[in-house]
């Protein structure tokens, strides 16, 4: 399966939920580490164990800015 992720295409082996791509990338879940959006949508974390990841899907990660 034929993804982007931040500007960079990447090749699955298989079939991901959000949660387990992001665990396949070394990206830590914890709450409040990364925020997703896929095809410009953004995933609430309660959503990412169940978001099924789909052939040419858009994918954005960012860490959120931390400072003031």
């Known amino acids: 399966m ?10 699955l082996p298989s079939a991901f939920s959000l949660a387990q ?11 409040g580490t990364v925020a ?3 095809n410009d949508e953004i995933i609430p974390q309660e959503k990412w164990d169940i978001h099924a ?11 959120p800015a ?3």
């Open 21 to 31: 791509l992001l665990d396949y990338m070394n990206i830590s879940i914890a709450r």
């Open 2 to 11: 034929n993804i982007t992720v931040n500007n960079k295409s990447i090749t």
């Open 66 to 68: 931390q400072g003031g």
């Open 36 to 38: 997703v959006a896929i």
């Open 53 to 63: 990841i789909l052939e040419n899907n858009n994918i954005t990660i960012v860490a």
